[in-house]
């Protein structure tokens, strides 16, 4: 009985906290995520990066946490975020309650030929890079009312602000659009417009 008992135990809590192997790929790298769960959440604790079958990095993320539920393939992706034609990567913070969805971002430096974690992408959500243009959209949601889209475009490499549209609705129901624009360093209203 106590034989039986300890098995169900170790089974119950392996089942409880598991942990898998998630593995993304491009022409050029593979990526192996450790995503560890709990009961409700996961995180991903590890991300091994190999070039041509050979560990090259191990990246230890940052806290990160997702449903147990969400699906891999909207976890992790790979594209050239610095309009450099490297692969970088980025990796889903956390799974708001809204549509503006954080991630934690990683550049490859040729240099050292390892990704580095970049910081100053952090304020950019939902980000979708224009690669014609050389700009990264993002686009949010502040509550019910009001919509937009932010427009980033690189500075000796940091992205910074240079536009921002905003659909919203006001007290009275009437549907407003604005336009900013950075000028001088200060993002300033240039057009707006009530229906």
């Known amino acids: 009985m106590k034989k039986t008992l300890l098995i169900l ?18 022409a050029e790298f593979e990526f192996c995520l450790t995503k560890k769960c709990g009961e409700t959440d996961c995180e991903i604790t590890k991300i091994e990066v190999l070039k041509n079958g050979i560990l090259t990095q191990t990246i230890k993320p940052s806290e990160n946490y997702f449903s147990k539920t969400f699906p891999n393939d909207q976890l992790f992706a790979i594209e050239d975020m610095n309009f450099d034609g490297k692969t970088d990567f980025r990796l889903m ?12 971002f990683w550049i490859y430096n040729p240099t050292n030929e390892l990704f580095e974690k970049n910081t100053e992408y952090g304020e950019i959500t939902s980000p979708e890079f224009d690669y014609k243009k050389k700009q990264i959209n993002s686009t ?38 604005k336009h900013w624009k950075v000028e001088n360093g200060e993002l300033k209203l240039i057009k707006k417009k009530v229906e």
Request: net charge negative; proline share 6%.
């Open 93 to 104: 913070e956390f799974l708001p309650a809204g549509p503006n969805v954080p991630f934690l």
């Open 9 to 26: 135990i170790i089974l119950l809590s392996f089942e409880l906290y598991s942990q898998e192997i998630i593995k993304f790929s491009n």
């Open 140 to 177: 949010w949601r502040n509550g019910c009312c009001e919509h937009g889209r932010d427009v980033y475009e690189l500075k000796n490499g940091i992205p910074k602000l240079t536009e921002r549209f905003v659909i919203g609705h006001n007290s009275e129901d009437k549907e407003y659009n």
